[in-house]
């Protein structure tokens, strides 16, 4: 028999990444396509299916060497019936069907995930907490991605959106947050959050070397943050320094909600690497519980922006593993 794979789709609001990818995660084939959401979901799942079928045919894979497509999307999600629901970066897309949709069109059998649950399940299966069962994730990225896995499931909960922990609430009526409640993590230590609070600092007056990087650039992002706090200057550290500080606030808080063995960091903000991990784990000890010695251990995602589809491609893998044939897609209704 030849070597079977499983296709993975990360659905994001920028980028569609899709790949093969074999049982032990590695990435046989990807591609990257943009992301045109405005012309609808009908007709760029449509194209998804496209590529998926082509993928699989320029690589000379039989189809019935492919063990399932799995796919990781922006929730809220309606999971158990295989529908997006109404994700904040794919606008006018609601109740969208997209299990059947895609079966139909690959003949393959589907899996839905949150994204930043598939991403958690990369971490578990093939990255930085391989050989963990308890784990979670929080993907430091547009906005604070989460996903937990717990005795080597991924948690769910009875509304199927758990473990949101960016949305977790830091500030009693902070910042609004584009969920609709206030004071959200996701406000005062995403990559995207912390970068609008410097610019608005800096627009307001305040002194920084990334005065200049704005004028020229318009903008900057949070590795400029990170390379300038690094360089010494004021301003950037303290917004860093904060970021961290609220992050570490919710690996506190996680690691009392769930008790994770490891608390794995990924997304944009971990490029920074040690200078993100260093600041968490300082503010983590500080703020931890003193009465109890154990502890999660807080490390950086070694997969860096293929989690998302290589955890996809492993949801599908694991259906089949466990021979639950489109979960998603049979109950659509
Ligand atoms: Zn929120």
Redesign the pocket.
């Known amino acids: 028999m030849s070597r079977q794979i499983a296709v993975g789709i990360d659905l994001g609001g920028t980028n569609i990444v899709t790949a093969l990818v074999a049982d032990d995660g590695e990435i046989i084939a990807i591609v990257s396509r943009r992301t045109d959401a405005a012309r609808g979901a009908e007709c760029v799942v449509g194209e998804m299916a496209d590529t998926v079928n082509s993928l699989i045919s320029d690589n000379s894979i039989a189809l019935e060497d492919v063990v399932g497509l799995g796919i990781g999307t922006p929730g809220p999600l309606r999971l158990s019936k295989g529908y997006i629901h109404r994700p904040a970066n794919l606008p006018g897309w609601e109740n969208v069907p997209i299990c059947q949709w895609l079966q139909e069109k690959t003949q393959l059998p589907v899996q839905l995930e949150n994204d930043a649950n598939a991403a958690a399940y990369a971490e578990y299966w093939v990255g930085a907490g391989k050989g963990s069962c308890d784990l979670v994730t929080l993907t430091l990225g547009t906005?604070i991605g989460a996903g937990a896995i717990i005795d080597g499931e991924i948690l769910r909960g009875h509304f199927e959106n758990a473990a949101?922990f960016?949305?977790t609430?830091v500030e009693l009526d902070g910042r609004p947050?584009?969920?609709?409640?206030r004071g959200?993590?996701?406000?005062y230590a995403s990559p995207g959050n912390i970068a609008k609070y410097a610019i608005e600092q800096i627009r307001k007056g305040s002194e920084s070397s990334l005065g200049p990087v704005l004028k020229a650039n318009g903008a900057f992002d949070s590795q400029a943050i990170a390379e300038a706090a690094q360089a010494g200057d004021s301003l950037a550290d303290t917004i860093w320094d904060e970021a961290c500080r609220y992050i570490a606030l919710a690996c506190v808080n996680v690691q009392h909600a769930l008790n994770p063995e490891i608390l794995v960091l990924a997304g944009g903000m971990s490029k920074a690497g040690d200078f993100l991990l260093g600041r968490v784990r300082q503010h983590f000890i500080s703020r931890t519980w003193k009465i109890f010695e154990d502890k999660p251990r807080i490390v950086l995602s070694n997969l860096g922006s293929n989690a998302g589809v290589v955890g996809a491609a492993g949801v599908a893998w694991k259906a089949h593993r466990s021979g639950a044939a489109c979960l998603n897609a049979a109950t659509a209704e």
């Open positions: 906005g949101e960016g949305h609430i947050c584009t969920c609709g409640q959200c993590l996701e406000q």
